[in-house]
């Protein structure tokens, strides 16, 4: 339930997202459920999941869909990408493998790690995750 945040979000409500309930999404969090960076972090993976999906869908119905968004971002960001290296990656983003949603294991402590005298909720990665994760993305298996 997002309507502390935005009123057009309550629990319950399926809605396609305007730009500024997007943004209320993957940015809130300390109004939101339990105000952990971890429910916002899989939160912007949903986002990013939904997004990857209908840009993968759409472009299976129209190929030269990845140069119209290239188009339209290139008035809101800067890269250094051409529009044919957008298409290729977004191509092979739509025949590759989907892993799932890969998360290291950890805990969080109260801290003051970015010395900015705030107490932050710090994440730290338990060390047999971090190599688990790896092994999945990357084989580093010897087998």
């Known amino acids: 339930d997002f309507s502390e945040v935005d009123e057009t979000l309550i629990d319950g409500a399926t809605v396609t997202l305007t730009d500024k309930q997007a943004y209320n999404y993957v940015h809130e969090r300390k109004h939101v459920n339990d105000g952990t960076n971890e429910n916002r972090m899989k939160r912007q993976e949903q986002y990013i999941r939904a997004m990857l999906d209908k840009l993968v869908d759409r472009t299976a119905e129209d190929p030269g869909f990845p140069n119209v968004i290239y188009k339209d971002m290139k008035n809101y960001a800067l890269t250094d990408m051409t529009g044919n290296d957008f298409s290729r990656i977004l191509n092979r983003v739509s025949k590759g493998e989907n892993l799932g ?21 710090e994440f730290y990665v338990d060390e047999k995750s971090r190599i688990e994760v790896l092994d999945k993305l990357y084989d580093l298996s010897t087998n």
């Open 101 to 121: 949603l890969l998360s290291f294991k950890g805990e969080y402590k109260i801290g003051k790690l970015i010395n900015d005298n705030k107490e932050l909720q």
